[in-house]
């Protein structure tokens, strides 16, 4: 488990995280969101020692994490980039032998995860001459090639065609099916609330949403209900004690003081009129994204 | 830590030998020495002798230039045994120099073409067959023809011989007997020994020491911008950050260092080395001698003269964040190693300005092994140099580490000195 305990970080004077907290657990797709500049870069950074923190401490199996742990991270930058004139092969023996990986076994690994990535007929072709498509499973690779303990992957889908997007989610998948905690960062949100299990929002520096997309979602859920009736719906704004957020012909959506009432919403729109659809409506990540971040 | 440093270097070194354009400029500096060796004998000829064709038409003609062949032969004889003399004297530290090949004879190697007439002679010269024509005039007197010039050596053999002859002839007629003139003839000049004499084989020492200067010259530069290379491929593709969430940034200059210095170090080590081959082959026993003994030395003052730089060559690649900022980041370098490079050769006599260069750690690597060569410096005067460039070496790779670790992980624009040695905790460890 990797534990962030109070994370801080200036640069030039300029608070740009303010004690950040979170944990990602094994085996659990954790999704980082934040917008452009909330810090999610820089707190990747510091978990793998590139940057250094003002404050707080990063624990790696309760541990603080140091130099050896950390040969054991794979991590994917947000800029990307390998060595231009090296051929794929070449490279990732190369960054498997700086993650501590004998020779033998980074060049077994090496061919076993290019031919994985369908990549098994480029091995020794300069990696510039490669696809931008084929470099990205490169990069991925890269990330990947140690069997690492720990994967940290700053906004993985960036870039990627559908298709790489899904290949990508796969091993993401995959690698946290193995138990390895699995921490990535992006704003595509759709994407974001579809694969991963936990999620972590930033925001002014701090954490302003943390756990379960399910748990978030109905934590945040609030009392809000749409309704499909059989005929206009207009006489719904005439109701006390309810607030009517929209009504379009027969739909409408209500907000409630509490979602105790809502057999009472539903009795009295049963007394008017057939009612088709009764539902409470749970938010979706967006929808929590922009609450929280305001 | 040791083994992710051969690591590090051993990729500088894969890619290095990958890259065709080093493996043709190598090629490229051992032809140059390889020729620099042969080629000034085969102008000479082989033995290092000058070769001389002479046309001769008429018997008296003919008579003086057998003698002049002999004369020439039995010079380069005594240069021969001279210069064995003379290797044995060095090793034995005897200051006897005697010089045969100085009492005026020059040694040449002579071969002769007989003409029928004093016409067919001077074709032979003109046609280019001949070097010089040595013919009977009508009035019995003798000629040498030259096409626009005759040579000098040819021209001294020609008169020592024709001399010689005239003395021999002088003395038969006086009644001396053959014995007596054999006698005569083999008689040796005296030998010279000189009192303060100057350091031997002079002038292989200028060669070897302007041959030095201008190795480490142009290897550090371009080993040196090699280095700076390296450094900003790696900022300019953004493998960086992956290095650096791998592994400490000081395992990765040193590593980067030790490559390098390696390559650069081996590269011109074969150079010597084939230098040294060459020069034996070829039967220039003092070059080679005189390279086996100062190699040494000067492969020290290099490696450690290049330790001393490459690290600010990493610095001054990690400033830049694009190869076409290196013309400026790494302008301050070029000038720490051309103007010393101008300086060392400006002093190459023996004297105070060569010795203060020869101490000044920018200019020693080029002008000790220069002071070593001509025996102007002791071993302990070598080892004090070398341990100021150590010393000067230890200073620059403590401020150069530091600036590279302040601007390696920015990656957008041109980093300056000053922000980067901020370093403002850029990492942690
Ligand atoms: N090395 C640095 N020097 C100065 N400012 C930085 C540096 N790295 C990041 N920042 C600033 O910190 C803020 C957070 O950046 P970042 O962590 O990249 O955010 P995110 O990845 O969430 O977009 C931004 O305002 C950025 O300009
Ligand atoms: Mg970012």
Redesign the pocket.
């Given at each position: 488990m990797l534990e962030l305990d109070g994370i801080s970080r200036s640069?030039?004077g300029?608070r740009?995280l303010d004690g950040i907290s979170f944990t990602v657990e094994p085996g659990r797709l954790t999704g980082f969101v934040?917008?452009?500049?909330?810090?999610?870069?820089?707190?990747m950074?510091i978990v793998l020692g590139i940057?250094a923190p003002d404050a707080g401490t990063v624990s790696w199996k309760g541990q603080p994490v140091d130099r050896e742990a950390r040969r054991g991270f794979g991590y994917m930058p947000?800029e990307r980039g390998l060595y231009p004139k090296m051929n794929p092969l070449d490279q990732l023996i190369f960054l498997a032998r700086l993650h501590g990986v004998d020779a033998g076994a980074a060049r077994r690994k090496a061919t076993d995860l290019l031919e994985q990535l369908g990549l098994g007929d480029r091995l020794t072709d300069k990696l510039e001459s490669l696809s931008l498509g084929n470099q990205q499973r490169v990069q991925v690779a890269a990330a990947l090639i140690h069997e690492p303990a720990l994967l940290v992957l700053?906004e993985p889908f960036s870039g990627l065609d559908p298709i790489t997007v899904d290949t990508m989610t796969t091993i993401l998948r995959t690698s946290a099916a193995t138990g390895v905690p699995v921490l990535f960062?992006s704003h595509q949100l759709d994407l974001v609330e579809r694969i991963c299990d936990d999620l972590v929002i930033?925001s002014g520096g701090g954490v302003v949403a943390r756990g379960t997309v399910e748990a978030l979602r109905h934590e945040r859920a609030g009392a809000r209900f749409r309704l499909v009736l059989g005929e206009d719906a207009g006489w719904l704004r005439d109701v006390d004690g309810i607030q009517v957020l929209d009504v379009d012909g027969p739909k409408a959506l209500v907000e409630l003081p509490d979602v105790s009432h809502d057999q009472q919403l539903l009795s009295v729109a049963l007394n008017h009129g057939p009612v088709h659809e009764f539902s409470r409506v749970i938010p979706a990540l967006a929808d929590i994204y922009r609450e929280v971040s305001q | 830590m040791i083994e992710t440093i051969r690591l590090i270097a051993a990729r500088e070194i894969t890619t290095k030998l990958r890259d065709r354009a080093f493996l043709i400029s190598t090629g490229v500096m051992l032809l140059i020495v390889v020729g620099s060796v042969v080629v000034p004998l085969l102008l000479n000829g082989d033995d290092g002798h000058p070769k001389f064709r002479l046309a001769v038409a008429g018997s008296s003609a003919t008579t003086i230039g057998e003698t002049a062949k002999t004369v020439g032969a039995a010079a380069i004889t005594a240069a021969d045994v001279q210069e064995k003399a003379d290797d044995q004297a060095g090793e034995d530290g005897l200051p006897l120099v005697t010089r045969a090949a100085e009492t005026g004879v020059p040694a040449a190697d002579l071969t002769l073409v007989n003409a029928d007439s004093a016409d067919a002679a001077t074709a032979l010269v003109r046609s280019e067959d001949a070097d010089a024509a040595l013919v009977e005039t009508a009035d019995g007197t003798l000629e040498v023809i030259g096409r626009d010039e005759v040579d000098s050596d040819l021209s001294t053999l020609i008169t020592v011989a024709a001399q010689a002859d005239e003395t021999r002839a002088v003395l038969t007629e006086a009644g001396v007997g053959d014995d007596v003139l054999t006698q005569l003839q083999s008689t040796r000049p005296p030998g010279e020994r000189l009192l303060e004499p100057g350091s031997p084989n002079e002038g292989v020492a200028t060669v070897l020491s302007f041959a030095f200067a201008g190795l480490f010259y142009f290897t550090a530069i371009v080993f040196g911008l090699t280095i700076a290379q390296s450094v900003v491929e790696e900022k300019q593709s953004r493998v960086i950050e992956i290095l650096v969430a791998a592994t400490p940034v000081r395992l990765l200059l040193a590593g980067k260092i030790v490559g390098n210095a390696v390559l650069a170090l081996g590269q011109v080590a074969l150079l010597l080395a084939i230098g040294l081959a060459a020069a034996s082959a070829t039967g220039q026993g003092a070059a080679a001698s005189l390279l086996l003994s100062s190699g040494g030395w000067f492969l020290l003052f290099f490696a450690l003269g290049f330790v001393m730089l490459s690290c600010a060559w990493a610095a001054a690649g990690s400033l830049a964040a694009r190869q076409e900022d290196l013309q400026s980041t790494t302008m301050p370098l070029q000038m720490a190693l051309i103007i010393p490079f101008f300086l060392a050769f400006s002093f190459t006599d023996p004297g105070t300005g060569l010795k203060v260069l020869s101490y000044v750690p920018f200019t020693s690597p080029m002008s000790m092994p220069r002071r070593l060569l001509i025996e102007d410096a002791s071993w302990w005067e070598a080892l004090i140099s070398l341990g100021i460039i150590a010393a000067t070496g230890a200073l620059l790779i403590v401020l150069a580490a530091r600036l590279y670790e302040g601007s390696l992980?920015?990656t957008g624009t041109k980093t300056s000195i000053a922000a980067a040695w901020k370093r403002e905790k850029?990492t942690s460890a």
């Open positions: 640069f030039d300029r740009v934040g917008s452009n500049g909330a810090g999610k870069t820089t707190t950074r940057l947000e700053d960062s930033i | 992980l920015r850029q």
